[in-house]
């Protein structure tokens, strides 16, 4: 089977740096997203890893090991416009993307 | 550039009625998708199509029908609504194929209340 989970919340400090995790279980990989979504908006694309290691990209990077089936994705100086959910999302053998629940991440000042 | 648009907005609907949500992109994108978000649940897939003339189940398809006469606009149509299809809809889009990379973007989502 298929399944794929992340963290309910997490709570940063405005500054701070903030690494979400996501671990899936798949037969067929196709790659890993990260989307970003702030409350009662769209999802918006973050991040795509299809081979082992680290993307960095600003202020956000993100981290696959294939062999583990397991991603992070890592903030660093966290604004207040980060709080959000962050989705994690892998693409099965199908071309399809099985989502996880979402963690909400809350910054504090 | 509008990129996905989604209408209505939100609607509160009557149990037993039927209502189409229509979803609209300029893209040029091949491949198009119905997802719902709810509380708790990750997104999860209605329908989807990936390419004009043809479409496909997801992992709840049940209780909706999609159509995509063309490129630009994917319909979904709920023929019976009952209560447990309230829930944020999102249309998506992306270029299509095989590649791995295949970024989805995604209309504003309409929020129904099933009542």
């Known amino acids: 089977g298929q399944n794929i989970d992340q963290p309910t919340e997490m709570t940063a400090t405005e500054g701070a740096i903030v690494q979400i995790n996501c671990t899936y279980q798949?037969?067929?990989?196709?790659?890993l997203f990260w989307y970003q979504q702030h409350a009662g908006e769209a999802p918006t694309f973050l991040s795509y890893?299809?081979l082992d290691g680290l993307e960095e990209k600003g202020r956000f990077s993100s981290f696959l090991s294939r062999s583990k089936g397991y991603s992070y994705l890592l903030l660093k100086e966290l604004q207040m416009k980060d709080s959000a959910s962050y989705l994690c999302a892998f693409m099965d053998s199908n071309y399809q993307l099985i989502w996880g629940a979402g963690t909400k991440l809350i910054i504090k000042p | 550039t509008a990129g996905i648009t989604q209408a209505p907005t939100s609607q509160i609907l009557a149990a037993g009625r039927s209502m189409t949500l229509r979803c609209t992109q300029d893209m040029r994108h091949n491949a198009m998708y119905w997802y719902r978000q709810d509380l708790g649940l990750g997104l999860r897939l209605i329908h989807y199509s990936n390419t004009a003339g043809t479409t496909g189940k997801g992992e709840v398809p049940d209780g909706y029908s999609v159509s995509r006469a063309n490129t630009d606009d994917f319909p979904l149509t709920l023929a019976s609504a009952v209560p447990s299809q309230t829930s944020v809809y999102f249309c998506?889009?992306?270029?299509?194929?095989?590649?791995?990379?295949?970024?989805?973007?995604f209309g504003p989502g309409t929020r129904l209340t099933v009542l």
């Open positions: 890893n299809v």
């Open positions: 798949t037969s067929g990989f196709n790659g």
């Open positions: 998506a889009s992306s270029l299509g194929g095989t590649s791995g990379s295949d970024e989805q973007f």
